[in-house]
């Protein structure tokens, strides 16, 4: 199975963006990016709160469609799937 994961703004400063990865199948949502954000202290914090919860503002995307940070703990990854983590969104 394999997954793209990809970073937008201050995200993308601290992880990278477009990350391929092959998780094995079962594999939620949420861990999937807990997953690859442990490998960075300030993007893991940036993104999760001390419990391992998605901070409140944080977005995400799965092929171009919203889930809920509640349910991304709920949501098994596919193959093929096309995953967004976006900050929050800011301007004028």
Do not use: W
């Not at 690859?36 to 503002?57: C, L």
């Not at 940070?69 to 967004?84: C, L, N, P, R």
């Amino acid at each position: 199975m394999s997954v793209k994961v990809r970073f937008f703004a201050r995200f993308r400063e601290l992880l990278g963006t477009d990350i391929i990865t092959e998780p094995q199948a079962g594999t939620t949502l949420s861990a999937l990016v807990l997953g690859i954000a442990q490998k960075n202290k300030e993007g893991r914090d940036a993104i999760f709160d001390e419990q391992g919860s998605f901070r409140e503002f944080v977005i995400l995307m799965r092929n171009g469609k919203r889930v809920e940070t509640s349910d991304a703990g709920k949501t098994a990854v596919a193959d093929g799937d096309e995953i967004a983590v976006f900050p929050p969104v800011a301007g004028g």
